[in-house]
């Protein structure tokens, strides 16, 4: 049975050549690393090539739809009950229509990206593994987590964490199924 | 901030939520002294119909409007702060957007209720929203007022959105130094947050774009308001200046009002390392600089309406500084465009007295910007047998008082609920504790 272990640092530079070496010693895609606020060197150390968030698509997607659902209910609805306004008005006019359409843009652009950031976070997530729930993460601690150690392999990882400077390295617990 | 360490942040910023102490509870009476104020006054207008407010045919748009516009205003600097300083990186930032987003947020939340007011029948409010009616008639998508129903309720909705996804990760910071029952309401606030690299890197991905969505938002905001006046064939109010005029109006009295709601935050939350002297500088240039395109807004329009030779321009621009609102006019220009001048001088703009007061005057003139600009033009329309002289009546200041309360019971509650100063942007921007560094030591 594989478990999982967790590493508490209290220095981003340990911090950031743990995640090298623990990478290095073939977990990259079984890594969690906690901090308390986003930090660029933390994302290059985990994605040297940069991974840019797929957030991105949905905020297209939902502007895009936004303004195109701004223009058509401004002008069908127009359209539907035309009006002939003396003086040669169009009964569709686009320039004030761009109000609308800019409106809906920015409203469904963000909503979109809400429920994008929501999907990829895994929000509300309550079920993560208990290793991650550790209230100094939020404060002045950073930490790894690698799931699925095989327990043979678990020493030598250990070994790795705390001579790279970690305060804390706790090994052991069943697995449970972590997908932060 | 050198002096901070991580752990000494997050204790900090902690530190006065959740005690309230006897001037807190003070201020909060006070506002629901004023709130209760204008919940009577709504009441008695609400019995008695519209005529209980001060309207005076034509002047139908009054002080209901102006504080709307007012209010609406206020909460610009906030979203320019929390959105438009963020992308553009400026670092004094930090310190004072959360405040400020709150500000935002219950700034709209009060100017939000002033439509409703101002409709009389509030029950029929709904009628605002874009819907058809029974007999399959939509609202028309070419009026300023459906747009500004378009843009009132996005604003509110994003910056909403946007305040609350930059608290996440400060929720968990309280949840995770609380116990008990706060820890579990906390919990379920921040949705189970846990700050690992995944969520930071989608967290930091939305804010981005939020930000790139809420900054031509802030500025189409305050245009739409202003188109409200704009589009209309008002003489005052039907002038393409508009736009820039109002928005730049609208950061000069929101960054006042930042100052007005920092500095007795600093001082009885103790908080020199958060907001200091530094950040209340850059508020009061902000201001200065907003204030000088408002006071250069304020000639052009003088100009243009005696350059244009139109007599119905020049009527509304020479009545208004001469006529009977002479004294609203010259209030608004000595309230904006002649003490905030005083902050060119460096040790007016560096002193907590000078600036806190100076913050006041702003607020007070851009009110009476407003009022200018909505009842003078209403009031000396085009046909001079209709001219009148409004004037709000008790109702009117009744309920403008009442939204002073509502908006400040709004952010006290927020100071004792809320991490008021955003910890974990405050971390971002510190220097982080390096163990090479230790051991060189």
């Given at each position: 049975m594989s478990t999982n272990v967790k590493a508490v640092f209290a220095h981003i530079d340990a911090l950031i050549n743990g995640i090298h070496l623990v990478k290095a010693a073939g977990y990259s895609d079984r890594l969690v690393v906690s901090t308390p606020m986003p930090r660029h060197d933390v994302e290059h150390a985990i994605y040297p090539e940069g991974r840019p968030s797929p957030v991105r698509w949905w905020t297209l997607a939902g502007g895009m739809a936004g303004a195109t659902f701004g223009v058509l209910v401004s002008s069908l609805t127009s359209i539907d009950w035309p009006m002939a306004i003396?003086?040669?008005?169009?009964?569709?006019?686009?320039p004030p229509e761009v109000v609308i359409m800019f409106e809906c843009m920015v409203l469904w652009g963000g909503l979109a990206t809400l429920l994008g950031l929501i999907y990829h976070c895994r929000?509300?997530?309550?079920?993560?593994?208990?290793?991650?729930?550790?209230?100094r993460y939020s404060n002045d601690h950073f930490g790894i987590l690698v799931q699925g150690v095989d327990p043979k392999a678990q020493a030598e990882l250990k070994d790795i964490l705390e001579g790279v400077g970690a305060i804390e390295v706790v090994a052991g617990g069943a697995t449970e199924s972590a997908n932060a | 901030m050198s002096s901070l360490t991580y752990a000494a942040v997050t204790r900090e910023v902690i530190r006065p939520m959740f005690k309230p102490t006897v001037l807190w509870l003070g201020a909060l009476g006070m506002a629901l002294s004023a709130l209760a104020l204008g919940g009577y006054s709504w009441y008695t207008q609400l019995s008695q119909?519209?005529?209980?407010?001060?309207?005076k045919p034509p002047v139908m748009w009054g002080v209901y409007i102006t504080t709307f516009v007012f209010w609406i205003g206020i909460g610009h600097a906030g979203t320019l702060i929390s959105a438009i300083l963020y992308l553009l990186r400026a670092p004094w930032r930090t310190g004072v957007y959360r405040a400020s987003e709150a500000m935002t947020i219950f700034a709209v939340m009060t100017a939000g209720l002033f439509p409703i007011l101002h409709a009389g029948r509030c029950w029929y409010a709904y009628w605002l929203f874009p819907y058809p009616n029974q007999r399959e008639l939509w609202p028309n998508f070419k009026s300023p007022l459906v747009w500004d129903v378009f843009a009132i309720s996005t604003y509110a909705t994003i910056s909403t959105v946007f305040f609350f996804i930059g608290l996440v990760p400060d929720i968990a910071s309280v949840r995770d130094s609380s116990r008990g029952i706060i820890r579990k309401v906390y919990n379920i606030l921040c949705l189970g947050w846990r700050g690992t690299d995944n969520q930071w890197r989608h967290f930091m991905a939305a804010y981005g774009f939020f930000a790139a969505l809420a900054t031509p938002l802030v500025l189409s905001v305050h245009s739409v308001v202003s188109w409200d006046f704009a589009?209309?064939?008002?003489a005052g109010w039907h002038?393409?200046?508009?736009p820039p005029y109002f928005v730049a109006g609208a950061i000069f009295s929101g960054c006042a009002m930042v100052l007005t709601l920092l500095i007795p935050m600093r001082l009885l939350f103790d908080w020199d390392e958060f907001l200091n002297m530094w950040h209340f500088e850059r508020l009061a240039q902000m201001c200065l600089l907003t204030g000088n395109i408002l006071f250069y807004a304020y000639m052009i329009e003088l100009f243009i309406a005696w350059y244009s030779d139109n007599p119905y321009e020049w009527g509304i621009f020479y009545y208004r500084p001469t006529g009977d609102y002479w004294w609203v006019y010259w209030m608004m220009f000595t309230c904006?465009?002649?003490?905030?001048?005083?902050?060119?001088?460096k040790k007016i703009r560096t002193n907590l007295f000078w600036l806190f007061g100076i913050s006041i005057v702003i607020n007070i003139g851009m009110w009476f910007e407003r009022f200018n600009i909505i009842a003078s033009s209403l009031a000396h329309m085009f046909d001079p047998g209709a001219w009148v002289y409004y004037l709000p009546n008790h109702i009117e200041i009744g309920i403008l008082i009442g939204s002073f309360g509502w908006f400040s019971m709004w952010f006290l509650l927020f100071v004792k609920l809320m991490p008021s100063v955003a910890i974990a942007e405050i971390k971002e921007a510190m220097i982080p504790p390096l163990l090479s560094e230790e051991k060189a030591a």
């Open positions: 003396p003086g040669g008005k169009p009964v569709v006019s686009f929000l509300p997530s309550f079920g993560l593994a208990v290793e991650l729930s550790d209230p | 119909g519209l005529g209980a407010a001060g309207y589009m209309a064939q008002t002038s393409t200046i508009f904006n465009c002649v003490i905030p001048q005083l902050w060119w001088f």
